[in-house]
């Protein structure tokens, strides 16, 4: 297993291994909900705001996270929310998905981010370091309509001290079905 941070020439392919694995998950509708939230991320979101990292397998991309910037403005931290997430569903199970995101944890502490957020399964993003947070330790940017999946983890320190201010995220997840 290889992994690439290389999406501008992939684009096509990791938009489709979203689409596929949230159909095969969730039905046809999640499907193309987020593969059109991937599509708008990389059309919108600025390089320096957009960390995207694949796991391949002979060359094939059978797992894709995305990074992108969160801002708390009375916070000089650096900030970024983890979502979306895939593995390609003939790959699920084989620990594929938490090897690729202790590789992108890794790869943003090196480039100085100080914590990630995300919003899911705790049961498994708690496999890589992830703790259930409440929106006094961060806010969230829009409405949740699940509190309990609210996650974090500072990456330069054992606890995630509560970030300051309203929450701020890319324009792209500025919608509250997401949430």
Same mark, same amino acid.
């Given at each position: 297993?290889? *992994?690439?941070?290389?999406?501008?020439?992939?684009?096509?392919?990791?938009?489709a291994?979203?689409?596929?694995?949230? !159909?095969? =998950?969730e039905?046809?509708?999640?499907?193309?909900?987020?593969?059109?939230? &991937?599509?708008d991320?990389?059309?919108t979101?600025?390089?320096?705001?957009?960390?995207?990292?694949?796991?391949l397998?002979?060359?094939?991309? &059978?797992?894709?996270?995305?990074? !992108?910037?969160?801002? *708390?403005?009375?916070d000089?931290?650096?900030?970024?929310?983890?979502?979306?997430?895939?593995?390609?569903t003939?790959?699920?199970?084989?620990?594929?998905?938490?090897?690729?995101?202790?590789?992108?944890?890794?790869?943003?502490?090196?480039?100085?981010v100080?914590?990630?957020? !995300?919003?899911?399964?705790?049961?498994?993003?708690?496999? &890589?370091?992830?703790?259930?947070?409440?929106?006094?330790?961060?806010?969230?940017?829009m409405?949740?309509?699940?509190?309990?999946?609210?996650?974090?983890? =500072?990456?330069h320190?054992?606890?995630?001290?509560?970030?300051?201010?309203d929450?701020?995220?890319? !324009?792209?997840?500025?919608?509250?079905?997401?949430?």
């Amino acid at each position: 297993m290889g *992994y690439t941070s290389n999406h501008t020439e992939r684009r096509e392919e990791i938009c489709a291994l979203f689409t596929a694995s949230f !159909t095969d =998950s969730e039905g046809a509708g999640e499907g193309k909900l987020i593969g059109q939230l &991937v599509a708008d991320i990389f059309d919108t979101v600025a390089e320096e705001d957009l960390f995207a990292f694949s796991a391949l397998d002979e060359g094939r991309i &059978v797992a894709t996270i995305l990074f !992108t910037r969160m801002s *708390y403005p009375e916070d000089t931290r650096t900030v970024f929310l983890l979502s979306p997430v895939a593995v390609a569903t003939d790959h699920q199970g084989k620990g594929i998905g938490q090897d690729l995101l202790r590789h992108g944890l890794i790869s943003l502490q090196q480039r100085g981010v100080d914590v990630v957020l !995300t919003y899911g399964d705790i049961k498994f993003y708690s496999k &890589v370091g992830f703790n259930q947070i409440s929106e006094d330790d961060a806010a969230a940017p829009m409405p949740l309509s699940y509190p309990h999946g609210w996650l974090g983890q =500072s990456l330069h320190s054992t606890s995630l001290e509560p970030l300051k201010g309203d929450a701020n995220c890319v !324009t792209a997840f500025r919608q509250p079905d997401l949430w």
